[in-house]
């Protein structure tokens, strides 16, 4: 993921990670300094897309501010000028360590947990959790929340949401059954950490497996033929482009869409031999 430089009209100040000095926008998350900065932060729950919240703890450091030292996540702990950042203390680690265990447990069919934990010394995990043999997310959901929120915030779509509580909880669509409220767009499977999301395109037919195979009808490009994106979802971009490009262009896939928009802007001249696309 790329990460953007300090926007020079923000003040500027200066923090401290792990005794590197980093120059950072004032209110710039430590994450984004930190991944700005290659310096290794483990983290689950965060996407520069959402608001962070915290959730998954894996990204905790240790910070010294006003000789005081304290725990708290780094998605949601703001540079301010004098600011020392410590990503690998005694603490940091134990802390880690036991995270990395339980979402072996949360998600033991999770390649990239498991790749993800080894890296940092974890292998194993003392706890166990159960977890059903037909999970539709292949038991590889860490409950970062990810998916649900960028349903709800970015998409307003609200198709999937957090059920039940405690070690219960999984995430799905209302009462564990196909929704009419899913555009197929995809987005949770694309901030999904730990590819836990399936989806499958079947011509006429976008099947969210992980969903309890909601099925959304794709939409067919009136020129070539293939079907290239939901319905729902182009009927959601149509509606906020502008309404002429939208009249003409809304039934044609985006490589259709390229070679109409080149057509009516470089016409091809008589004569030299030029065909229509």
């Known amino acids: 993921m790329m990460q953007k430089k300090p926007d020079d009209r923000r003040k500027r100040v200066f923090v401290t990670i792990n005794g590197k000095r980093c120059q950072a926008e004032e209110g710039e998350i430590i994450l984004s300094v930190a991944i700005r900065e290659k310096?290794?932060?483990?983290?689950?729950?965060?996407?520069?897309?959402?608001?962070?919240?915290?959730?998954?703890?894996?990204?905790?450091?240790?910070?010294?501010?006003?000789?005081?030292?304290?725990?708290?996540?780094?998605?949601?702990?703001?540079?301010?000028?004098?600011?020392?950042?410590?990503?690998?203390?005694?603490?940091?680690?134990?802390?880690?360590?036991?995270?990395?265990?339980?979402?072996?447990?949360?998600?033991?069919?999770?390649?990239?947990?498991?790749?993800?934990?080894?890296?940092?010394?974890?292998?194993?995990?003392?706890?166990?959790?159960?977890?059903?043999?037909?999970?539709?997310?292949?038991?590889?959901?860490?409950?970062?929340?990810?998916?649900?929120?960028?349903?709800?915030?970015?998409?307003?779509?609200?198709?999937?949401?957090?059920?039940?509580?405690?070690p219960y909880t999984v995430v799905s669509t209302p009462y564990f059954d196909e929704t009419s409220d899913c555009l197929g767009c995809g987005a949770c499977a694309e901030v999904c950490p730990t590819d836990a999301i399936r989806i499958t395109d079947q011509n006429e037919v976008r099947i969210m497996s992980s969903w309890n195979d909601t099925r959304v009808p794709m939409a067919q490009c009136n020129m070539c033929g293939k079907y290239y994106a939901p319905k729902a979802l182009s009927a959601v971009v149509n509606a906020k482009t502008d309404p002429h490009l939208a009249r003409e262009l809304q039934d044609l896939c985006p490589e259709c869409r390229g070679r109409w928009i080149a057509r009516r802007k470089f016409p091809a001249k008589s004569g030299d031999g030029a065909r229509d696309v």
Not at 73 to 87: I, Y
Request: glycine letters at 8%.
């Open 39 to 166: 310096i290794d932060i483990p983290h689950l729950c965060y996407d520069a897309s959402l608001d962070p919240w915290g959730a998954c703890r894996l990204c905790m450091v240790e910070v010294l501010r006003r000789g005081r030292k304290e725990m708290t996540t780094s998605c949601t702990l703001h540079a301010e000028e004098g600011l020392e950042v410590f990503t690998d203390t005694p603490e940091i680690l134990r802390h880690r360590n036991i995270l990395f265990e339980l979402y072996l447990a949360e998600a033991p069919g999770s390649d990239i947990i498991k790749e993800m934990a080894a890296r940092y010394g974890v292998t194993k995990t003392r706890f166990l959790k159960k977890i059903a043999p037909d999970d539709p997310l292949g038991r590889r959901c860490v409950l970062c929340g990810l998916c649900v929120r960028v349903c709800n915030e970015i998409m307003g779509a609200c198709a999937i949401s957090f059920i039940n509580r405690g």
